[in-house]
């Protein structure tokens, strides 16, 4: 029988990664891995709110219920604040900065973007969701941290990574080596090394979009999903249409089976859905960590300015080939 690798210590012993590493970024990875642990025991608990009592009241032990997504905000902030390792949290819950101003955080040198709950509209059905994280290196030098150490470049990040809760969860995560996954084992309550140095197909047969915006798409979207739809033996087409609305588990599913996943414009979201600190990004590094393609149909997602916090972008990622097709379409017709 193989040896199990927890996260914990599969973190440490990629820390010789970085020779003059201290620790702190493994102490960082590992106090989101424990918020994670207590967020996917909520959101498995989702289903029984009923007899726990409804969100909002007081349950029969007198505990007072919260939506999950304010929960799993909650939860990373005090992780990461107890951590003593991070500095700013900007969250996709928050409109602000939250500064951490602790005696254990006065040195602390990373700045950590998170969408808590990724897709939570899909609690209420029991469908998966996720948590998306983005680490980044404080660049000024004085004094407190500042909010402009927040606004950084996709391609300044130290570290990102998701959480897919799931039929099972699933922590996956890269520090530019790289992207490997760990599946939580509920029977010991530790994320265990079960997708190692993970590889997006260059060549995919999925494509994953909201296809009820048709009408709202660039002609360039237009004329790719038509392109996925046509009868072509030698390429395999038709793709197969795939889209659950949570992005995480939208994205893992093509990142293990090959395939792309579009957010564009529409009329209604003239420059995308998608949050670039809190979704973009992130997802972008994993993306190109294992071996795909992310751009916002002509930019590279990592290289675009983030003037602010909330900022959207469109969004095309996943299998190379794919990727590539698209944005040729998007520079013909859009
Ligand atoms: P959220 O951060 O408010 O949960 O929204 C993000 C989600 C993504 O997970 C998903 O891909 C997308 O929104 C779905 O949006 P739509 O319903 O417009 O297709
Ligand atoms: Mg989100």
Do not use: W
């Amino acid at each position: 029988m193989s040896a199990v690798k927890t996260l914990g210590q599969f973190i440490i012993e990629k820390q010789k990664d970085f020779p003059y590493a201290k620790g702190e970024l493994s102490r960082l990875l590992r106090d989101i891995g424990i918020a994670a642990k207590i967020v996917n025991r909520e959101v498995n608990k989702a289903g029984l709110v009923d007899i726990l009592g409804e969100i909002g009241t007081t349950n029969s032990h007198g505990e007072s219920q919260k939506k999950l997504d304010v929960f799993a905000n909650e939860q990373f902030i005090s992780a990461l604040t107890c951590g003593g390792e991070c500095c700013i949290v900007v969250s996709e819950e928050n409109d602000d900065p939250v500064y951490i101003d602790s005696e254990v955080s006065r040195d602390a040198k990373y700045i950590v973007a998170i969408d808590p709950l990724d897709g939570s509209s899909n609690i209420d059905v029991n469908v998966a969701v996720g948590t998306i994280f983005s680490i980044y290196r404080r660049k000024s030098t004085v004094g407190k941290a500042v909010v402009e150490d927040a606004l950084q470049k996709g391609i300044e990040q130290v570290a990102a990574g998701y959480v897919v809760y799931g039929s099972s969860a699933m922590l996956v995560y890269t520090t530019g080596k790289g992207v490997n996954g760990f599946t939580l084992d509920p029977s010991i309550g530790e994320f265990c090394l079960s997708h190692p140095d993970m590889k997006i197909p260059k060549e995919g047969y999925i494509y994953s979009i909201n296809e009820g915006n048709y009408v709202h798409f660039p002609d360039g979207v237009k004329k790719y999903i038509k392109y996925c739809q046509v009868m072509d033996k030698e390429t395999q087409r038709p793709y197969s249409s795939r889209y659950i609305g949570s992005m995480v588990a939208d994205l893992h599913r093509n990142i293990i089976k090959g395939g792309i996943f579009i957010y564009p414009t529409t009329a209604s979201a003239p420059r995308g859905k998608l949050r670039l600190v809190y979704e973009c990004n992130p997802m972008a590094f994993i993306i190109e960590q294992a071996g795909g393609r992310a751009t916002d149909g002509f930019e590279r997602i990592l290289d675009k300015e983030v003037g602010s916090l909330h900022q959207r972008s469109a969004i095309f990622l996943g299998s190379e080939n794919m990727v590539l097709k698209a944005e040729e379409m998007m520079r013909d017709f859009s």
